[in-house]
């Protein structure tokens, strides 16, 4: 890589672990604020976007696994406080994508692929944070909310399997839709991406 190609690579990295920052600092601040449902969905799905949208532009292996480090380093000093939850989601969510593109090469499957997954993550994150780090039990807590949702909905045969079904199932829509996006603009960007559709 020559010292031009090294200079690109390194802008690109920093606009787009900028731009994530910048997305987590407000709307993320905000829905966490908001309580908004689907609120962590909604952020790794543009999260995604954003991922999606460097990959294209950004050849170098790892690149995304930078992004992500930065953005999560970025997160840690403008709180004013270490709040592992979501730095943890940052890193986890640039990793997966990085290694689904690793694996499956970067075409419109795998962008699809690599979505669902990270927003999947979503799911999955507060076990990880609260059971590991901080002891909680988190399974009873999702367990009584996915219940006492049921009785709201009046769903009286397996309610927690349906409610979860729902619910697994909306975050796989989210991701779809983040991928729709963001090949839409891979492809303004970078036309050549139809090519390997």
Known sequence: ?????????????????ALWS??????????????????????????????????????????????????????????????PSPVIAIFMESLLVELTFTLFGFHRWSIRLAA????????????????????????SLYLNLFERAARMLY???HPVGILLLIYLALHVLIGHVAAAMAMRITCFIKPTLRVHA
């Open 22 to 83: 910048v997305l987590e600092l407000t709307l993320g601040a905000l829905f966490k604020g908001l309580r908004l449902p689907f609120g962590g969905a909604i952020m790794s799905g543009m999260a995604v976007i954003l991922l999606i949208t460097a990959r294209s532009t950004i050849s170098g292996r790892g690149s995304l696994i930078m992004i992500g480090a930065i953005t999560a380093f970025i997160r840690i000093f403008s709180s004013g406080a270490f709040l």
């Open 116 to 139: 669902v997954i990270a927003v999947l993550y979503t799911v999955v994150h507060p076990f990880l944070t609260q059971g590991l780090l901080f002891g909680v039990d988190t399974a």
């Open 155 to 157: 769903i009286q045969s």
């Open 1 to 17: 890589m020559s010292r031009s190609d090294k200079n690109h690579f390194l802008v690109r990295v920093a606009l787009f672990s």
